[in-house]
């Protein structure tokens, strides 16, 4: 078991950054993939971005080129750096850990560990 602690989450106008930190209770080097989810006001959780050990990352479409993921084992912190923001991107986000599950050709992510979330709020 790892505990997750969020930060960074804010209140941000359309077009704006923020930059989300996730602080791991113990080292991370070992854990298999990092993620980012968020779960906006009515509606499923839904994956963000992850990025496994070996820094390989994916993303949702919805972000892809405006979010970058990374992770500093060093520090055991990972992080969520998000660009051109929008009202959609509204919502508690959470950081997640666990490993990959390879189903025939398909990649998924079983997360056993989960932070408290933090909000973000994109005003238009």
């Known amino acids: 078991q790892v505990q997750l602690v969020e930060s960074g989450g804010g209140l941000v106008q359309a077009g704006g950054s923020l930059s989300l930190s996730c602080a791991a209770s113990?080292?991370?080097?070992?854990?298999?993939?990092m993620g980012w989810y968020r779960q906006a006001p009515g509606k499923r959780r839904e994956l963000v971005a992850v990025?496994?050990?070996?820094?390989?990352?994916n993303y949702a479409d919805s972000v892809k080129g405006r979010f970058t993921i990374s992770r500093d084992n060093a520090k055991n912190t990972v992080y969520l750096q998000m660009n051109s923001l929008e009202p959609e991107d509204t919502g508690v986000y959470y950081c997640?850990?666990?490993?990959?599950?390879?189903?025939?050709?398909?990649?998924?992510?079983?997360?056993?560990?989960w932070g408290k979330g933090t909000l973000v709020t994109v005003s238009s």
């Open positions: 997640a850990a666990g490993r990959t599950i390879r189903v025939g050709l398909t990649v998924e992510y079983d997360m056993n560990n």
């Open positions: 990025i496994t050990s070996g820094i390989s990352t």
């Open positions: 113990r080292s991370i080097f070992s854990v298999n993939v």
